[in-house]
């Protein structure tokens, strides 16, 4: 079952990606390992404040959300926020668009050095 997405996002059948989305994770994918898609999932890391903040205005991450034992990005992105003279940033992963889970979800946070 494909998922319904809002006409806003930009998702043609069948693909992994959304366009919109893709843009503002692209600097972050972290490639140390694979920089395609694997399982449905990519990874990044080094997502700054700015980056968290957009993802929630435009839909892809819900701060309510969370992952197994986490925080929710709510509480991830307050920390950011708390700590911003640290350059903490967060690294998580994205599910892709032909998934049903499709969604952003922070796992962690970095210290930026």
Known sequence: MTPNFPDTWGVKAGTD??????????????????????GGTRSFKKLPISKVELLIK?????KGDAQNESPTAGEFLDFMKKWKKYNVTSHGYEVSAAREDCRVSIEWKEKTW
């Open 58 to 62: 435009k839909g892809y991450l819900h």
């Open 17 to 38: 990606e959304i366009p919109e989305r893709e843009q503002i994770l692209a600097p972050y994918i972290d490639t140390t390992y694979y920089s395609k898609w694997f």
